[in-house]
């Protein structure tokens, strides 16, 4: 009899056991659920932002030589003077010239700055140079103490 109530105990404390543990997996799922639906509502579009591209001999002397320093490689950089934010992407070598690179969106939410840009290859009619080139951008916006999100 002894043998029974043992196993009979062994069994309830598997079966709480399995409780606890389904119980601690469904309350994960609720939160994280919870959190990206509210994620979602906070990260909706507030407006575009305006900006300007910057000329390279415009962009600031710190900022230019962090970008000659990762040019070479895929890069985002961001940068405040104290007045303006300036934000760069980069999209490293490239084998020829003709490339550029376009801003398609930047937009404030309720806790970031977000900017996408798209690399452009050269255009089937245009002349290229078989030179190596470092396409980038870089944005001049009213400066924001908001977190920067490069988005693909």
Not at 27 to 48: H, N, Q, T, W, Y
Not at 63 to 90: F, H, P
Request: charged fraction near 35%; hydrophobic fraction near 35%; aromatic fraction near 12%.
């Amino acid at each position: 009899m002894y043998d029974n109530k043992e196993n009979c105990l062994e069994k309830q404390e598997e079966e709480l056991l399995k409780k606890i543990i389904l119980s601690a997996v469904l309350a994960g799922i609720f939160f994280l659920l919870s959190a990206c639906s509210v994620e979602r509502i906070k990260e909706e579009k507030i407006k575009d932002l305006e900006f300007t591209v910057v000329a390279e001999d415009e962009i600031p002397e710190e900022m230019m030589e962090q970008i000659q320093e990762k040019k070479r490689e895929k890069m985002r950089l961001t940068y405040s003077d104290g007045g303006y934010l300036y934000i760069a992407e980069g999209y490293g070598a490239q084998e020829t010239s003709g490339y550029s690179v376009e801003v398609e969106e930047f937009y404030e939410t309720e806790n970031s700055l977000y900017i996408k840009t798209t690399l452009w290859g050269p255009k089937k009619t245009e002349k290229i140079i078989e030179q190596e080139t470092y396409p980038f951008v870089v944005i001049k916006t009213e400066e924001n103490e908001k977190y920067v999100v490069f988005t693909e």
